[in-house]
C-alpha cells in the first residue's frame, strides 16, 4: 500500500499547480439504529427471543487530486484515503448476552471521472460521476466482548465501483429548485480468515445498491451560499453471500426515507459544509436514522 500512496503523491505533486485542484474531503456518519425483534426453536422446542440493535459511527477522509477538463469536458481525479468505523452491537439471544463491538479500519485508492453538461434533458444542469476504489487491507477486529459473544479478528481486500447523477431543474419560484439525484454502486469483498482462533473462513460477499432522491431545495437568500433540502428516498439493496456447498446465497430489501439535506459554503477560505438526516419509514429497521456530515476543504 506504502508504493501505492507513493507513486501517486509523485505524480500529483509533479504537475504544476495550474493543472490540478487539490481537496481534503472529510465524511463522519453516525448511524442511530433500532431493536430488532426475532424468535427461534431451541433445542428442546422451546420458542427463544432474540434481541438485536446496530449503532455505527465512522469517519473518512480522501486527499483528491482534480485535472483540468481537456477531453470533452471530462474531468478526471483520483484520490487516497482513509476510513474507520466502530460498530456496537446489542444481542441478547434468551439468557444469553452476545453483544460485542467492532472495530474496522480501511486504506483505499481510487480513480473517478466528472462531467457537467447544461441544458440538458430540460435541466438547467446535469452532473455525472463514476468512480472506482480499491481497499486494501482492511482490518477487523471485536473488543470488550459479552460473556456468551463471539470473537472475531482478520483482514480482506475489495472493491467497490459507483455512478452518480444530479440534476438541478428550475421553477417557476426564483429561489426554489428541483434536485433528482440517483447513485449505484457495486462492492466485493474478498473471502478472509478469523484469526481470532477459530480459523473459520469469512465467506466472500458482494452487492448491488440503488439509491433515488427527489429533493425540493431552498436556496436562502444570504450574503453566503446556503440552501435546504427535504424530500423522499428510495433505497434497493440486493447482496450475495459464496456458500462452499450452495454456491452464491442472495436476498434484496428495499425502503423508503425521509431525506433532509443542507449545505453551505464559505467561498473565499475554500470550505463547504454538507448535513444529511435520513428517517426509515418502512421495513425491518422502521424508524432508524442516519446523519452525516462532509467537510471539503480545496487548496
Sequence with gaps: MKGYLVLFSALAFSQTASAVDIELKQKVKVRDSVNVHSSSLG???????????????????????????????LNPYFHLGYE?????????????????????????????????????????????DWRFERWFDVDVERHHLAQDASDLSGNFEGYEAK????????TPWQQWIVEPRIDYSYAFQDDWLDKSGSNE??????????????????????ALPLTLSLGPEWVYEYGSEKDLVL???SENDDVMLATFMATFELPNQGLEFEF????????????????????????
Design 43 to 73: 433445542d428442546g422446542g422451546s420458542l427463544i427471543d432474540s434481541a438485536k440493535k446496530k449503532e455505527r459511527t465512522s469517519y473518512q477522509a480522501k486527499l483528491l487530486f482534480s485535472f483540468d477538463p481537456e477531453f470533452y469536458g
Design 84 to 128: 474507520w468505523e466502530d460498530k456496537t452491537v446489542d444481542h441478547t439471544s434468551g439468557s444469553l448476552d452476545k453483544s460485542y463491538h467492532e472495530k474496522h479500519v480501511n486504506q483505499f485508492i481510487g480513480v473517478g471521472v466528472k462531467y457537467k453538461a447544461k441544458q440538458l434533458l430540460g435541466a438547467e444542469q446535469i452532473k455525472f
Design 163 to 170: 455512478f452518480k447523477i444530479e440534476a438541478v431543474y428550475a
Design 201 to 222: 473462513l469469512q465467506m466472500s460477499e458482494r452487492g448491488h445498491e440503488v439509491e433515488a432522491r427527489l429533493l425540493m431545495t431552498y436556496i436562502v437568500p444570504s
Design 247 to 249: 454456491g452464491w446465497q
Design 276 to 299: 444529511w438526516a435520513n428517517h426509515q419509514l418502512d421495513g425491518e429497521l422502521q424508524g432508524e436514522n442516519n446523519f452525516e456530515l462532509k467537510m471539503d476543504w480545496k487548496f
